[in-house]
């Protein structure tokens, strides 16, 4: 009877969840840079208001999320999430 086993060390899988973490933690850093930036620039009131524009846009085009498989729709709130930056 054996009682070593011998397997190699596997790193934890990342699933969707960690994916859309990831996405939204970059987001939110590139986001806070170039538009802290562009209220410096235009003014924070304008700027507030294009950012809060974008953001019902892109909210609502995440209800319309494409893809049939779990994949394509994570793909998807992904693509849209970034693109609120």
Known sequence: ??????HAPTLPHAGPNQAL????LV???VGQLLFG??????GRK????ITLLMMIVFSIASGFSF???A???MTSLCFF???RI
């Open 81 to 83: 999430r970034y693109k």
């Open 21 to 24: 973490n990831a996405v939204a």
């Open 67 to 69: 893809g049939n498989t």
């Open 27 to 29: 987001g939110a850093l």
């Open 37 to 42: 930036w562009l209220g410096d620039k235009l």
């Open 46 to 49: 304008h700027v507030y208001g």
């Open 1 to 6: 009877m054996n009682l070593l086993v011998s």
């Open 71 to 73: 994949k394509g729709v």
